[in-house]
């Protein structure tokens, strides 16, 4: 009985080997490189909150330096967040509260490239979208109309359109082109959900131009972002 017994494991020892001989190796690098594969996950992840975390550190640096209006550490810190952190949602968040900064100080080529960089380099296509709106003012307000529109022929996600068609007949109107405006403005309130409160300056510019508002759309649309 003992002999039968210590053929059979003798047997099953003999398999065991032969099978180890052809397939040990790959299963051992298969293990391996499973087992890379997840500790290189854990540390990405790792990475990650690390990086958003010290880039939320500095935007509330630098969101102190804003209210201080200090404007040359503002600067300095929103530096460090883009070139340190580019690819997190705090520095785009950054490049726009910069730029307004730079917009309230009259610092309009400083705006411009904080603007432009969100523009480029921000993940968020709701945030470049923004970004885009208020590079087309800060164009505006400095007389570069054909710039304005240049940055306003952006795609922009849904959402955004009433507010590009708005801006839009403020840069034809700067031209002086005020049939294109009133289309322009036409087009914003069409785009525009009838319970934004909005809609009452479009109108207002509008009628300046001895146009007749059309009527608000009956059906809610999204939400449209904020202007400024």
């Known amino acids: 009985m003992a002999t039968s017994l210590d053929l059979q494991e003798q ?18 690098w298969t293990v391996i490189a499973v087992l890379a594969g997840f500790a290189a996950w854990n540390g990405w992840n790792w990475y990650q909150r690390d990086q958003a975390v010290k ?32 690819g997190t949602q705090w520095a785009a968040h950054g490049g726009l509260l910069v730029a307004r900064l730079h917009v309230d100080g009259n610092r309009p080529a400083d705006a411009v490239t904080a603007l432009q960089w969100v523009l ?17 003012g800060v164009h505006l307000d ?18 955004f359109e009433s507010l590009r068609a708005d801006r839009r007949g403020d840069v034809l109107m700067a031209k002086g082109q005020a049939g294109p405006a009133a289309e322009a ?20 510019k509008l009628t300046a131009l001895g146009e007749t508002p059309p009527a608000a759309p009956d059906s809610e649309g999204p939400g449209v972002p904020g202007r400024s």
């Open 11 to 28: 047997e099953q020892l003999d398999s065991l080997k032969a099978f180890w001989q052809r397939w040990g190796n790959l299963l051992t």
């Open 55 to 86: 880039a939320a550190a500095l935007f509330d640096e630098l969101d102190r330096a804003v209210l201080a209006a200090d404007a040359e550490r503002s600067s300095r810190i929103f530096g460090d967040l883009r070139d340190r952190f580019p």
């Open 120 to 136: 480029d380099k921000a993940a968020d296509e709701g945030v470049r979208a923004v970004a885009a709106l208020r590079l087309a």
């Open 142 to 159: 400095a007389g570069r109309q054909d710039e304005a529109l240049q940055v306003l022929e952006r795609p922009l996600p849904e959402g």
């Open 185 to 204: 403005y036409r087009a914003a309130l069409k785009a525009m959900p009838s319970s934004v409160e909005y809609r009452r300056v479009i109108e207002a």
